[in-house]
């Protein structure tokens, strides 16, 4: 794994740059980009590796095979999903990586620096490339009950915004946006404050919740500052609990997530910890918008452990 270093002027190794490609992410509204991107990638003066990726877990193992077959970066063009396989591979690694936004949220490329036109990112990416320069940003590693690890970038939900996410992919009726909306109807429904045991660098606590956030970095879903003060720099997680909220105060504070001003809310706390240890019911959490593991489960703020191409 990577030492807590200056995360500038750490120096890119030799190798070529893989590049996972989503075109679906975005609704495919970049797909006519992929040419752009390859060929402004290239001007980086490295010779350039497109992954065969049909499926996540096929994305997952191309990447792994790239590092170990010696790239010396990964470039990841889509959204935080795609961003999130990506991470799978070159995390604790000696590997530039870089997100070139194009999905429909794009908070781990925007909260790390990147600017959100695609072809603006990609240019970041080949100055970066030119140089040889990469910046070592954290991760949150995540251990699941089983030993599992898995890495994300930006934030994990494990309260309302998880069983709503669950319900939607257990949906099959109706497709597109409206089987999510549909979901949050179902859930506001059944609303609950559910009784989570916190332990935050081995301090426990127990709370009743309805949102529960650990963040690596401020937003989720698109924007949603989550976790506002959240920096990926820092070697902290911030965790951010939404206590015994009604469904109408619900409602009421979630558009107040998109500013970060919720934190104000007398019904969320807010903490910092390095390690955060996270049991109680049972749901399946979700990082960087993503399914990841059920609780009981671990998030440790590992600083330095990508190497991004900026």
């Known amino acids: 794994m990577l030492a807590v270093t200056d995360p500038d002027h750490l120096l890119l190794p030799p190798g070529p740059v893989a590049v996972l490609v989503n075109p679906t992410a975005g609704k495919g509204r970049h797909r006519d980009l992929l040419p752009q991107v390859l060929a402004r990638l290239a001007e980086g003066g490295r010779p350039l590796r497109l992954l065969d990726a049909d499926t996540p877990d096929g994305a997952v193992r191309a990447c792994h095979a790239a590092v170990a077959e010696g790239a010396g970066a990964l470039v990841a063009v889509g959204g935080d999903g795609t961003v999130h396989l990506g991470l799978q591979a070159v995390a604790g690694r000696a590997v530039g990586f870089a997100p070139v936004p194009a999905g429909t949220g794009n908070d781990f490329a925007v909260e790390t620096g990147y600017p959100l036109d695609p072809l603006a990112a990609v240019d970041t990416v080949t100055a970066a490339l030119r140089a040889g320069r990469t910046r070592g940003v954290d991760l949150a590693r995540l251990t ?26 257990r949906m099959r009726w109706p497709r597109g946006p409206r089987r999510y909306d549909l979901a949050i109807l179902v859930e506001l429904a059944r609303l609950r404050p559910r009784r989570y045991t916190l332990v935050l660098d081995g301090v426990p606590q127990e709370v009743d919740a309805v949102l529960i956030a650990v963040g690596n970095t401020a937003s ?24 015994r909220f009604t469904r109408r105060e619900l409602i009421r504070v979630k558009p107040r997530i998109y500013r970060g001003s919720h934190v104000d809310h007398p019904l969320v706390r807010t903490y910092r910890a390095r390690t955060v240890e996270l049991s109680g019911p049972e749901i399946v959490a979700y990082a960087d918008g993503e399914r990841t593991a059920a609780l009981p489960l671990t998030v440790t703020a590992v600083p330095g452990a990508v190497r991004l191409l900026r």
Do not use: K, Q
């Not at 902290?236 to 206590?243: E, F, T």
């Open 144 to 169: 699941g009950a089983d030993g599992a690890v898995r890495w994300y970038g930006a934030v994990l939900a494990a309260g309302f915004d998880a069983v709503v996410n669950e319900r939607a992919n």
């Open 220 to 243: 989720y879903g698109g924007g949603m500052r989550i976790c506002p003060a959240a920096d990926s720099t820092d070697g902290l997680l911030d965790v951010i609990v939404g206590g």
